[in-house]
Each structure stands twice: as structure tokens, then as C-alpha cells.
């Protein structure tokens, strides 16, 4: 609303939700009445009014932080294992970079998901390991 110089009101029309759905949007997340906003209207907000660190991924990781870290941007993507979002940030950082996460993302992860995230992200970066290789031998 600051970057844009729209009341609540005017925001809530320009997405076409109500006063009321964007209120709840704007709670705190430990608040009992907070709704998690779409990722359609995520995704508007950022092309209207800038460029943030996850443009180009699948999802908005840096909501609500644009100035996230890059390393708290490959831990959520790690946590997530979205192979095309994996690819990027093997690209971005490297293989290694990401390899060297992957435990602390597991960390963050719930205990009984610890285990096949785990086989996921090993699966998945072997995979693009593989293309890697390949793509630098062609």
C-alpha cells in the first residue's frame, strides 16, 4: 500500500477481493482469523510494483521479505523441492552451493517428512547433476 499510495480500500478493489479478505491477508500468520494471501495476487502485486528475488520461480519465496538472503531463499526452495525451482538456484549458485543446504533445510523440515524429502532432493539433484554434465560436455 506504501509502494503504491493505495488505501486498504483502493488495494482491495484494484485485486477485486474484499476490505475484509485483504484485512485478513495482512494479520499477523499467528493470528486465528489470518488467510494466507493467493498466489495470483502475490504474483500482481510484485509485477505491479517491482521486482523481487523469487521472480522467474514457481512461487513468491520471499514474501513477505523481498530482501530475503540467498541462503533463506535456497533453504525454502530446498523445503519445497520444486525440481524446475531447483534447477534455477543449481544454476544460479551451483551444485555444490545447494549441496551444502540440503541438511539444513532437512532441519527445518518436519520430522516425519525428514526422510523422503530427503530421497526427493537427492533424486532430483542427481538428476541435475546429470544434465549439468552433460549440457558442459556438449
Known sequence: M?????TRAQLAASLGVSGRSLDKWLLPDRSGDFRRMPEIALRL???????RKS???SMPYD??????SDETLILSILRRACFPDLVRICA??????VRARIDAALALAPAAERDILARILA???RSIE???VGRAAA
Request: avoid cysteine; hydrophobic fraction near 45%.
Open 63 to 68: 514474501w513477505p521479505n523481498p530482501a530475503m
Open 45 to 51: 502485486l510484485a509485477s505491479q510494483y517491482g521486482l
Open 2 to 6: 506504501r509502494r503504491s499510495g493505495q
Open 55 to 57: 521472480d522467474g520461480f
Open 123 to 125: 533424486r532430483m539433484l
Open 130 to 132: 546429470i544434465a549439468f
Open 92 to 97: 544460479d549458485f551451483g551444485l555444490t552451493v
